[in-house]
């Protein structure tokens, strides 16, 4: 069964303090894994895409790279605004429809 | 260009009522889905259509209807609500199904 998991459930840091988000898949025949980033009341906003193993990307101080088993989004030196939940998402397998993880919801505390 | 817009905003529903989520792009996407997120459960697909005439059903379709006669709008309508829809729905647009998908600000739905 195509399957995708986020770890932590949630994450605490201080303004500044780096650390890394983790998303594992199981899917046949990846075919992208995307990164989004949603606001309390709002609609999951696109932040990357990648395609294959090795790829990586990124924005400000966000960076996304990818394994054939997981995906990592890296935030570097990280500010209250940044504070949000992370879903990743991929697509491939029978349907090639987006699979979501539960996400991981992010605080950066001052 | 507006992307992907949903109406209502939010609605309040007696159980056994119907109504329809609207949902429009400006971004000429062939591929447009529904989705609903419940706490806990992550983003789940309702319904999804690869292009004017053609819908599917995804993950959780029952009690849901979709139809797709334009490129543009991808109305969702509830047949007859119950409580178990209380949710929030999204609407999501892309050029094909396995491409970047770009979210509405989405619909919030009570169903008493």
């Known amino acids: 069964e195509d399957q995708v998991t986020q770890s932590p459930e949630a994450l605490r840091l201080q303004e500044g303090e780096s650390s890394s988000l983790n998303c594992s898949y199981t899917?046949?025949?990846?075919?992208?894994l995307f990164w989004y980033r949603q606001d309390p009341g709002k609609g999951p906003e696109f932040l990357f895409t990648?395609?294959?193993a090795g790829e990586e990307k990124e924005k400000e101080r966000l960076k996304a790279t990818l394994t054939k088993k997981e995906s990592f989004l890296h935030i570097t030196a990280p500010k209250p605004e940044d504070s949000a939940t992370y879903l990743c998402a991929v697509t491939g397998g029978s349907q090639g429809n987006l699979i979501f993880g539960k996400g991981t919801k992010l605080s950066v505390k001052p | 260009n507006a992307g992907v817009t949903q109406t209502p905003k939010f609605q309040v529903l007696k159980t056994g009522q119907s109504m329809t989520l609207q949902c429009a792009q400006d971004m000429n996407h062939e591929y447009m889905s529904w989705y609903r997120q419940d706490p806990g459960m992550g983003l789940r697909l309702i319904h999804y259509s690869v292009g004017a005439g053609i819908t599917d059903q995804g993950e959780v379709p029952n009690g849901y209807n979709v139809s797709r006669s334009t490129t543009e709008d991808f109305p969702l309508r509830l047949l007859s609500a119950a409580p178990s829809q209380t949710s929030v729905y999204f609407c999501?647009?892309?050029?094909?199904?396995?491409?970047?998908?770009?979210f509405g600000p989405g619909t919030r739905l009570l169903v008493l």
């Open positions: 999501a647009s892309s050029l094909g199904r396995r491409e970047t998908q770009y």
């Open positions: 990648l395609y294959s």
């Open positions: 899917v046949s025949g990846l075919r992208g």
